[in-house]
C-alpha cells in the first residue's frame, strides 16, 4: 500500500464536512487497505503512531517534525512552519 493512498483520503477527510461523506471516505481507505496494515491505517487515522499501551513517544519538537516533513515533501520549510501556525490558529 502506498502513503499516497492514505494521503489523499486525509485530504479528502480535511475538506469533508457532512457525517455520511466522512463515514464514506474513512470506510474506502479501510477497504482498500490489506488486512495486515488495518490496525496501523486506524491508528495513524486517530492521530497515533502506535497503541497507547505501547508507550511509544518519538519526542520530535513541532519544529523538527515540521522540517522533516518540509525535506520529506520537498515543500519550503517557510511554508510548512507557516501551515502548522495557520493550524493552530497563530499568525507568523
Do not use: W
Not at 497515533?48 to 520529506?72: H, K, N, S, T
Amino acid at each position: 500500500m502506498r502513503y499516497q493512498i492514505v494521503a489523499e483520503a486525509y485530504r479528502d477527510l480535511e475538506v469533508a464536512s457532512a457525517r455520511l461523506e466522512l463515514i464514506a471516505r474513512l470506510a474506502d481507505l479501510f477497504r482498500q487497505t490489506p488486512n495486515e496494515l488495518l490496525p496501523t491505517v486506524a491508528l495513524l487515522c486517530q492521530g497515533q503512531i502506535a497503541p497507547d499501551f505501547a508507550g511509544v513517544e518519538l519526542g520530535l519538537a513541532e519544529r523538527l517534525a515540521a522540517r522533516a516533513v518540509a525535506e520529506a515533501t520537498g515543500i519550503p520549510r517557510r511554508v510548512v512552519y507557516q501551515a502548522v501556525l495557520d493550524a493552530r490558529g497563530e499568525s507568523g
